[in-house]
């Protein structure tokens, strides 16, 4: 890497620190002063509050950062003459944008990885602390089908991959067959391993004389192979937090049983796709910045700048809105949008070769 491009890329990332803790202490700042009358009582939870709303700011603060450090960045270059000095000098027009722009990218990458991790339960968390002052995750009764049956819950545990009091109604469509009863049930090698099941049988033939009730103990039964607890959890998680992997899983677990999919999909473009924002945004106004300052009032076009940067994430934020929400297909509201950005990007990058 040339001189000229460590410089510039020192100077981005410079003011993308800069930025990016200014936009978290005021982040989390608002969000205490807002819920100050539920804040924990207890020191520890706390200060695990403001830690866990740090990491839930991440999503808004780090992709406006991206972008305003290099709008800050440019725009001090060209009050100082920098920027012409180096078209002066002869360097090429995109040799100026590659390290910001590669910078931009690598720290959507690492965030995109982080979705793949506990990092997405944060705003989960943050509301378990304020409303329960605990982190518990446990889920309370569940009903839910699976392989055309019905499975209640009373109580799920998905970090200790538990359940208590769980019913099996089976049907075969629109008559009860069986019903079964079991203690507990614990989640092991990719199979639910239930104890002391009692199973009713109800006849099928409703005459007189005809055979009963029917009933039949197993010790230890093998019921909801792959159906993993996480999964269960998050069909009934109202704030739709999953990693990626999660995600991807309970689309495959699903697909098959009927049950609408766009809703985990959207969520599951959200982590992926949605981040790529920054990058394409900072390249795309990276070819509508001026090269000198004295025919434009630099103070009026950064502002303009900024504001283009909001509206720009908030028309594509409200379209993730309906997206999960199940107003437009997530192709559509998700994919779509950064494809376009994308492919304008690449045809701002081609144009000044």
């Known amino acids: 890497m040339k001189i000229f491009q460590k410089y510039i890329g020192w100077t981005y990332f410079k003011y993308f620190v800069i930025l990016f803790v200014a936009l978290e202490f005021f982040y989390v700042g608002i969000d205490v002063l807002t819920n100050l009358k539920d804040f924990p009582q207890s020191a520890n939870l706390g200060l695990l509050y403001i830690a866990i709303t740090a990491v ?44 910001p722009f590669l910078i931009a990218l690598f720290i959507t990458f690492g965030y995109i990885s982080l979705n793949n991790t506990i990092f997405v339960k944060a705003v989960k ?47 075969n469509g629109t008559n009860l067959i069986s019903k079964a009863i079991s203690k507990k049930g614990v989640y092991n090698d990719k199979k639910w391993l239930f104890s002391d099941v009692n199973t009713t049988f109800l006849p099928q033939n409703l005459r007189l004389g005809e055979q009963g009730l029917t009933y039949k103990f197993e010790k ?71 090269v000198i300052s004295r025919f434009f009032n630099l103070a009026l076009l950064s502002f303009a700048f900024f504001i283009i940067t909001l509206c720009v994430w908030g028309i594509l934020f409200v379209l993730v809105r309906f997206s999960l929400n199940g107003v437009i297909i997530p192709e559509i509201g998700i994919i779509l949008p950064i494809f376009v950005m994308f492919c304008y990007a690449c045809y701002l990058f081609l144009k000044h070769r």
Request: no cysteine.
């Open 56 to 99: 839930a700011a991440i999503t808004y603060t780090l992709p406006l950062s991206l972008v305003f450090a290099l709008i800050i960045a440019k725009f001090n270059m060209i009050r100082n003459n920098e920027f012409i000095s180096f078209f002066a000098l002869g360097v090429p027009k995109n040799s100026l944008i590659i390290p």
């Open 125 to 171: 968390f943050q509301k378990n602390i304020t409303n329960f002052a605990s982190l518990n995750e446990n889920a309370d009764d569940l009903l839910l089908k699976y392989d055309g049956n019905f499975i209640y819950m009373s109580k799920l545990n998905p970090k200790e991959k538990t359940a208590k009091d769980v019913i099996f109604l089976e049907t």
């Open 220 to 290: 230890n039964a093998q019921k909801l192979n792959n159906f993993d607890p996480n999964t269960i959890k998050n069909v009934y998680d109202s704030s739709q937090t999953y990693t990626i992997y999660e995600a991807i899983k309970s689309i495959k677990t699903f697909k098959n049983q009927g049950i609408n999919v766009q809703t985990l999909k959207a969520n599951l473009f959200v982590m992926i796709f949605f981040p790529l924002f920054a990058p394409f945004m900072v390249l795309i106004l990276y070819y509508y910045l001026p």
